[in-house]
């Protein structure tokens, strides 16, 4: 920048990272939003109403009378905002926002969506916002093409050993790179192998995460430029939870690619649940104790199924199918061991400089308990049993840095280098 060319605003700076279509996006958003306010201040109202010995609607959450057709026509005028800026955007949005003009992602505005679909990303689907992340397979911040001509023009050198890596909740591809560090590119340059980095929708369940990925999976495989060899995936966080799950939906629908998985890395796991999401179900408990409080417990059900399925660590359908996911804080999960003949490994972290303190416990990475961690359960049917020497502790580590660690990178290191053959 010289000395003549002012400083772009904060405003605008921050703007470069927004296209045209996000708005249409934030729009729907709004609207929705705008509605869901209103309901809730139509419980509360109504509340009081039944407090004061008042009759209401037919629905109990809903007024009667004249003060239910005002609100029904504060809906209405909302609804008709809404549509009307939908539509508007629609018509003018094919005129400013042509994708060749954004050939390169802003990691920003990526950050922003990975976070928000984190959260909301089961009712962006559903509303059939544009803001939902679709399930992709990426290298290099590019989405690997399907087509083997296509595939081998992309990939410099592919090899026989593919190395997948699925990220956590509210995150995305890129952020595999922390600390100037990723697990991908280390492991790449020390075995030979090709990192692909998947992308996905982390507000889904995680067990539909878990189908799509055994899908995309075998369809890589025939894709892929060279006869694959070895399968590694290394999963953090809620990525492995997604990774048992396609594991176990491949093998029920007798795909391929499972046979050439060799090895399964969990950093950071919760197999068990994290407290976080048990507390957040305390909270929607807590508020629908009162009926002046309940219309609010509305707000803590906005959370993603995604989100949900972390209070036990769902990896079926089964764990969460034909049940209100808000309702029971009972852990309903089929027990699912560690898939055969595959090795598999638990990287826990705990923010305590030595095992054995009651930090150690109650806090593990911050997020993650070690217990869930290393698939550690009271209950023996729901144990996942790591061997001793497949388990590996960071101390005076957080969530975050077991993807920046040397010490955790160095242990993936001399798990998935191939044992030299001893010879005859």
Not at 223 to 247: C, D, F, K, N, Y
Request: proline share 8%; net charge positive.
């Amino acid at each position: 920048m010289t000395a003549s060319t002012p400083p772009k605003p904060p405003q605008r700076a921050a703007l470069r990272h927004v296209r045209p279509s996000d708005l249409r996006s934030a729009a729907q958003l709004a609207s929705q939003a705008t509605q869901g306010v209103i309901n809730i201040t139509e419980g509360v109202h109504q509340s009081v109403l039944r407090r004061l010995g008042f009759s209401g609607g037919a629905v109990p959450e809903q007024t009667g009378g004249l003060t239910g057709q005002i609100y029904r026509g504060i809906r209405g005028v909302a609804q008709m905002v809404g549509h009307g800026l939908d539509g508007a955007l629609a018509l003018l949005l094919p005129l400013v926002d042509d994708p060749a003009t954004h050939p390169e992602a802003s990691p920003e505005r990526d950050a922003v969506l990975a976070a928000l679909n984190g959260v909301l990303g089961d009712r962006l689907q559903s509303f059939g916002n544009p803001l939902a992340q679709t399930m992709e397979l990426r290298q290099g911040g590019r989405v690997l093409p399907q087509a083997p001509e296509l595939l081998r023009a992309q990939l410099a050198q592919p090899s026989p050993h593919l190395l997948l890596l699925v990220h956590g909740l509210c995150m995305n591809d890129t952020q595999w790179r922390r600390s100037g560090h990723d697990h991908g590119a280390f492991l790449a340059q020390a075995l030979g192998c090709t990192p692909v980095y998947l992308r996905y929708n982390s507000g889904l369940h995680t067990s539909t995460n878990g189908r799509e990925l055994a899908l995309q999976l075998e369809q890589l495989l025939v894709a892929w430029p060279v006869p694959l060899q070895r399968i590694s995936i290394v999963g953090h966080s809620m990525g492995g939870l997604v990774a048992r799950s396609a594991v176990q939906a491949a093998r029920e629908a007798g795909l391929q690619w499972t046979q050439r998985l060799r090895e399964l890395v969990f950093l950071g796991t919760p197999h068990h649940g994290a407290p976080l999401e048990r507390a957040g179900h305390g909270v929607d408990l807590l508020l629908a104790s009162s009926p002046h409080t309940l219309p609010f417990a509305q707000l803590g059900k906005i959370r993603s199924a995604g989100i949900t399925d972390l209070r036990h660590g769902h990896v079926l359908d089964a764990d969460w199918q034909g049940r209100d996911r808000f309702a029971s804080p009972q852990d309903h999960r089929t027990p699912l061991p560690l898939p055969e003949g595959v090795a598999c490994f638990a990287v826990a972290a705990t923010l305590a400089p030595q095992r054995g303190l009651l930090a150690d416990r109650l806090m593990g990475d911050g997020l993650v308990p070690l217990n869930s961690a290393l698939g550690q359960h009271g209950e023996p049917a729901r144990r996942l049993v790591f061997a001793r020497e497949s388990q590996y502790v960071a101390y005076r580590t957080g969530h975050l840095e077991l993807l920046s660690s040397p010490a955790v990178a160095a242990q993936l290191l001399a798990w998935l280098r191939p044992v030299p053959d001893p010879g005859p």
